[in-house]
Protein backbone atom coordinates (compact mmCIF):
# COMPACT_ATOMS: atom_id res chain seq x y z
CA UNK A 1 0.00 0.00 0.00
CA UNK A 2 1.06 3.27 -0.30
CA UNK A 3 0.48 6.12 2.27
CA UNK A 4 0.01 9.63 1.60
CA UNK A 5 0.61 12.15 4.43
CA UNK A 6 -0.40 16.03 3.87
CA UNK A 7 0.57 18.52 6.48
CA UNK A 8 -0.84 20.60 8.05
CA UNK A 9 -3.76 18.77 8.89
CA UNK A 10 -5.40 22.44 9.37
CA UNK A 11 -4.53 25.52 8.19
CA UNK A 12 -5.81 29.29 9.15
CA UNK A 13 -4.83 32.07 6.92
CA UNK A 14 -6.35 35.31 5.50
CA UNK A 15 -7.95 36.83 2.50
CA UNK A 16 -5.07 37.57 -0.34
CA UNK A 17 -2.10 35.04 1.54
CA UNK A 18 -0.15 32.59 -0.19
CA UNK A 19 -0.85 29.08 1.12
CA UNK A 20 1.30 25.91 0.61
CA UNK A 21 0.18 22.31 1.26
CA UNK A 22 2.71 19.26 1.73
CA UNK A 23 1.74 15.91 0.43
CA UNK A 24 4.24 12.86 1.42
CA UNK A 25 3.80 10.05 -0.22
CA UNK A 26 5.40 6.50 1.33
CA UNK A 27 7.42 5.48 -1.80
CA UNK A 28 8.35 7.38 -5.06
CA UNK A 29 5.23 7.57 -6.99
CA UNK A 30 6.88 9.83 -9.76
CA UNK A 31 4.47 12.33 -10.71
CA UNK A 32 1.11 10.41 -10.27
CA UNK A 33 -0.57 12.95 -8.40
CA UNK A 34 -3.56 14.53 -8.39
CA UNK A 35 -4.99 17.06 -5.57
CA UNK A 36 -9.14 17.84 -5.21
CA UNK A 37 -10.90 20.29 -3.33
CA UNK A 38 -13.90 19.67 -1.57
CA UNK A 39 -16.13 22.03 0.51
CA UNK A 40 -19.23 20.97 2.83
CA UNK A 41 -21.73 18.58 1.70
CA UNK A 42 -20.18 18.69 -1.98
CA UNK A 43 -18.11 16.21 -3.83
CA UNK A 44 -14.49 16.86 -4.22
CA UNK A 45 -13.43 18.94 -7.37
CA UNK A 46 -10.03 17.84 -9.25
CA UNK A 47 -7.66 21.13 -9.61
CA UNK A 48 -4.19 19.41 -10.04
CA UNK A 49 -3.45 16.21 -11.99
CA UNK A 50 0.20 14.63 -13.07
CA UNK A 51 1.53 16.61 -10.11
CA UNK A 52 1.64 20.09 -12.22
CA UNK A 53 -0.74 20.19 -14.23
CA UNK A 54 -3.91 22.56 -14.21
CA UNK A 55 -7.23 21.09 -15.01
CA UNK A 56 -9.42 22.98 -17.00
CA UNK A 57 -11.92 26.07 -15.63
CA UNK A 58 -9.36 25.82 -12.16
CA UNK A 59 -8.17 29.28 -11.51
CA UNK A 60 -4.19 30.02 -12.18
CA UNK A 61 -3.47 30.45 -8.54
CA UNK A 62 -4.07 27.03 -7.67
CA UNK A 63 -0.56 25.70 -8.67
CA UNK A 64 1.31 22.01 -7.75
CA UNK A 65 4.92 20.80 -8.17
CA UNK A 66 7.12 18.02 -7.10
CA UNK A 67 7.60 14.38 -7.77
CA UNK A 68 9.12 11.12 -5.92
CA UNK A 69 8.33 11.88 -2.95
CA UNK A 70 7.40 15.29 -2.24
CA UNK A 71 4.56 17.54 -3.23
CA UNK A 72 3.41 21.25 -2.98
CA UNK A 73 -0.67 22.24 -3.76
CA UNK A 74 0.07 26.46 -3.67
CA UNK A 75 -2.48 29.38 -3.84
CA UNK A 76 -0.80 32.16 -4.93
CA UNK A 77 -3.60 34.55 -3.27
CA UNK A 78 -6.27 32.96 -1.15
CA UNK A 79 -9.86 33.45 -2.25
CA UNK A 80 -12.89 33.88 -0.38
CA UNK A 81 -14.22 30.76 -2.09
CA UNK A 82 -10.98 28.95 -1.51
CA UNK A 83 -11.52 28.28 2.04
CA UNK A 84 -12.46 23.80 2.05
CA UNK A 85 -10.47 21.25 2.41
CA UNK A 86 -7.42 19.54 0.39
CA UNK A 87 -6.70 16.12 -0.88
CA UNK A 88 -3.81 15.01 -2.46
CA UNK A 89 -4.45 11.22 -4.29
CA UNK A 90 -2.03 9.06 -5.48
CA UNK A 91 -2.52 6.85 -9.19
CA UNK A 92 1.02 4.79 -9.49
CA UNK A 93 -0.49 2.20 -7.75
CA UNK A 94 -4.24 1.53 -7.05
CA UNK A 95 -5.14 4.82 -5.28
CA UNK A 96 -5.54 6.31 -2.38
CA UNK A 97 -5.84 9.57 -0.85
CA UNK A 98 -4.36 11.73 2.02
CA UNK A 99 -5.91 12.52 5.29
CA UNK A 100 -6.63 15.86 3.83
CA UNK A 101 -5.68 19.29 4.76
CA UNK A 102 -8.26 22.38 6.25
CA UNK A 103 -8.13 25.46 4.71
CA UNK A 104 -10.00 28.25 7.26
CA UNK A 105 -10.36 31.82 7.42
CA UNK A 106 -8.31 33.63 9.76
CA UNK B 1 -21.87 16.49 -20.47
CA UNK B 2 -20.88 13.50 -18.38
CA UNK B 3 -22.59 13.02 -14.94
CA UNK B 4 -23.35 10.18 -12.79
CA UNK B 5 -25.65 9.13 -9.65
CA UNK B 6 -25.24 6.85 -7.36
CA UNK B 7 -28.05 4.73 -5.75
CA UNK B 8 -28.62 2.07 -3.34
CA UNK B 9 -30.11 0.96 0.36
CA UNK B 10 -29.36 3.72 3.12
CA UNK B 11 -29.96 1.48 5.65
CA UNK B 12 -28.41 -1.75 6.04
CA UNK B 13 -27.64 -4.55 8.74
CA UNK B 14 -24.42 -5.86 10.55
CA UNK B 15 -23.04 -8.89 8.22
CA UNK B 16 -25.23 -7.90 5.26
CA UNK B 17 -23.78 -7.25 1.44
CA UNK B 18 -24.30 -3.54 0.49
CA UNK B 19 -24.85 -3.13 -3.61
CA UNK B 20 -24.45 0.26 -4.83
CA UNK B 21 -24.93 1.51 -8.33
CA UNK B 22 -23.41 4.11 -10.48
CA UNK B 23 -25.47 5.10 -13.30
CA UNK B 24 -23.59 7.27 -15.44
CA UNK B 25 -23.97 9.42 -18.72
CA UNK B 26 -22.16 11.72 -21.56
CA UNK B 27 -19.50 8.55 -21.74
CA UNK B 28 -18.92 4.92 -22.47
CA UNK B 29 -16.82 2.64 -20.53
CA UNK B 30 -15.90 0.83 -23.63
CA UNK B 31 -14.25 3.57 -24.62
CA UNK B 32 -10.34 3.52 -24.60
CA UNK B 33 -9.30 5.47 -21.34
CA UNK B 34 -12.15 5.39 -19.58
CA UNK B 35 -12.90 4.14 -16.01
CA UNK B 36 -15.47 4.62 -13.18
CA UNK B 37 -14.34 4.40 -9.48
CA UNK B 38 -15.92 4.35 -6.11
CA UNK B 39 -14.94 6.43 -2.93
CA UNK B 40 -16.21 6.98 0.39
CA UNK B 41 -16.12 9.04 3.61
CA UNK B 42 -17.36 8.49 6.72
CA UNK B 43 -19.19 11.93 8.36
CA UNK B 44 -16.67 14.10 9.30
CA UNK B 45 -13.75 12.20 7.93
CA UNK B 46 -11.31 11.88 4.83
CA UNK B 47 -12.09 10.39 1.92
CA UNK B 48 -11.25 6.59 1.14
CA UNK B 49 -10.91 5.09 -2.52
CA UNK B 50 -12.31 1.38 -2.61
CA UNK B 51 -12.18 0.22 -6.47
CA UNK B 52 -12.01 1.29 -10.01
CA UNK B 53 -13.22 -0.65 -12.86
CA UNK B 54 -11.78 0.30 -16.37
CA UNK B 55 -13.08 0.20 -20.49
CA UNK B 56 -10.78 -2.90 -20.56
CA UNK B 57 -12.56 -4.57 -17.49
CA UNK B 58 -8.95 -3.88 -15.38
CA UNK B 59 -10.17 -3.62 -11.79
CA UNK B 60 -8.42 -2.72 -8.72
CA UNK B 61 -8.93 -2.53 -5.35
CA UNK B 62 -7.94 -1.23 -2.20
CA UNK B 63 -5.48 -3.15 -0.46
CA UNK B 64 -7.23 -3.23 2.89
CA UNK B 65 -10.74 -3.68 1.79
CA UNK B 66 -9.96 -6.15 -1.28
CA UNK B 67 -11.41 -9.12 -0.03
CA UNK B 68 -14.85 -7.97 0.60
CA UNK B 69 -15.53 -5.76 -2.78
CA UNK B 70 -16.57 -6.69 -5.90
CA UNK B 71 -16.34 -3.65 -8.87
CA UNK B 72 -18.73 -5.09 -12.09
CA UNK B 73 -19.82 -2.96 -15.10
CA UNK B 74 -22.88 -3.09 -17.18
CA UNK B 75 -21.74 -1.38 -20.63
CA UNK B 76 -24.90 -1.30 -22.17
CA UNK B 77 -27.32 0.31 -19.52
CA UNK B 78 -24.14 2.67 -18.48
CA UNK B 79 -23.75 1.42 -14.85
CA UNK B 80 -21.05 0.06 -12.60
CA UNK B 81 -21.96 -1.42 -9.64
CA UNK B 82 -19.84 -2.18 -6.74
CA UNK B 83 -20.83 -4.36 -3.84
CA UNK B 84 -19.18 -5.08 -0.17
CA UNK B 85 -20.07 -7.79 1.56
CA UNK B 86 -20.52 -8.17 5.54
CA UNK B 87 -20.88 -4.52 6.48
CA UNK B 88 -20.06 -2.99 9.88
CA UNK B 89 -21.42 0.49 11.44
CA UNK B 90 -17.88 1.83 10.52
CA UNK B 91 -18.69 1.50 7.10
CA UNK B 92 -21.45 4.11 8.05
CA UNK B 93 -20.46 6.89 5.12
CA UNK B 94 -21.10 8.46 2.29
CA UNK B 95 -20.43 6.50 -0.85
CA UNK B 96 -19.27 8.42 -4.16
CA UNK B 97 -18.92 7.15 -8.16
CA UNK B 98 -16.57 8.96 -10.70
CA UNK B 99 -15.63 9.07 -13.59
CA UNK B 100 -12.03 8.32 -14.47
CA UNK B 101 -10.46 10.07 -17.31
CA UNK B 102 -6.59 10.74 -18.56
CA UNK B 103 -4.18 13.41 -19.81
CA UNK B 104 -1.59 13.25 -21.68
CA UNK B 105 1.50 14.69 -20.25
CA UNK B 106 4.68 14.31 -21.92
CA UNK B 107 4.08 11.24 -23.38
CA UNK B 108 2.44 9.70 -20.34
CA UNK B 109 -0.96 9.22 -19.43
CA UNK B 110 -2.14 10.16 -15.73
CA UNK B 111 -5.77 9.18 -14.58
CA UNK B 112 -8.01 10.90 -12.64
CA UNK B 113 -11.49 11.44 -11.06
CA UNK B 114 -12.40 14.64 -13.26
CA UNK B 115 -16.04 14.23 -12.59
CA UNK B 116 -18.27 12.94 -9.28
CA UNK B 117 -21.72 12.01 -8.48
CA UNK B 118 -23.07 13.49 -5.45
CA UNK B 119 -23.02 10.53 -3.08
CA UNK B 120 -25.04 8.50 -1.68
CA UNK B 121 -25.45 8.02 2.36
CA UNK B 122 -25.41 4.41 3.71
CA UNK B 123 -25.88 3.79 7.30
CA UNK B 124 -25.01 0.66 9.16
CA UNK B 125 -27.27 -0.35 11.74
CA UNK B 126 -29.22 -2.86 13.03
Known amino acids: DIQMTQSPSSLSASVGDRVTITCRAS??????LNWYQQKPGQAPKLLIY???SLQSGVPSRFSGSGSGTDFTLTISSLQPEDFATYYC????????FGQGTKLEIK | QITLKESGPTLVKPTQTLTLTCTFS??????????VGWIRQPPGKALEWLAL???????RYSPSLKSRLTITKDTSNNQVVLTMTNMDPVDTATYFC??????????????????WGKGTTVTVSS
Open chain 1, 89 to 96: QQSYSARS
Open chain 2, 26 to 35: GFSLSTSGMG
Open chain 2, 53 to 59: IYWDDDK
Open chain 1, 50 to 52: AAS
Open chain 1, 27 to 32: QSISTY
Open chain 2, 98 to 115: AHTGRGAVAGQYYYYMDV
